[in-house]
């Protein structure tokens, strides 16, 4: 149907995936079967046979916290005030985590994104504020309630 307007596939380039199906047929090209995949990466996000976000959540998770890691020295750093540092976490950080979030289920995994801006705060494990009132402080929005 393809080749009628002109359209070639790359048979070496091309794979399938089924998502949430049992279906047994095969997909035959010139060259024989198209590889099938159990989770692909696909801009940015994982995308697996089951359909489901668990492992496209884990892999933005590892990715927001190595980006929260490369600031430990502006995090120390005298230099930059609160404000900035926090500029920098939202743009460099919570925008790491966030991409492509549209249809992930909300989880405790993504509460790990509340840590950070303890952290830039200063605010120590035994003087604990609640979600709210740290969002507030940071001027921002709770990445639970952006999602």
């Known amino acids: 149907m393809a080749v009628k307007v002109g359209l070639r596939i790359n048979e070496d380039k091309t794979k399938l995936m089924k998502v949430k199906t049992v279906s047994p047929q095969r997909v035959v090209l010139t060259k024989g079967p198209a590889e099938e995949m159990e989770e692909v990466t696909y801009l940015g996000s994982v995308v697996s046979i089951t359909g489901g976000t668990d492992q496209d959540v884990e892999a933005r998770l590892g990715q927001a916290r190595l ?81």
């Not at 230099?79 to 920098?88: D, E, H, M, S």
């Not at 991409?99 to 989880?107: C, G, H, L, P, R």
Request: aromatic share 10%.
């Open 67 to 147: 980006a929260f890691r490369a600031m430990d020295k502006l995090l120390t750093s005298q230099i930059f005030g609160r404000a900035t540092k926090v500029k920098i976490f939202n743009s460099s950080v919570k925008t790491v985590l966030l991409y492509a979030s549209e249809s992930w289920t909300v989880t405790q995994r993504t509460v790990f994104i509340n840590k950070c801006p303890n952290r830039i705060l200063n605010i120590r494990w035994p003087d604990r504020i609640t979600d709210k009132e740290l969002w507030k402080k940071t001027g921002g929005e709770s990445v639970l309630d952006q999602l």
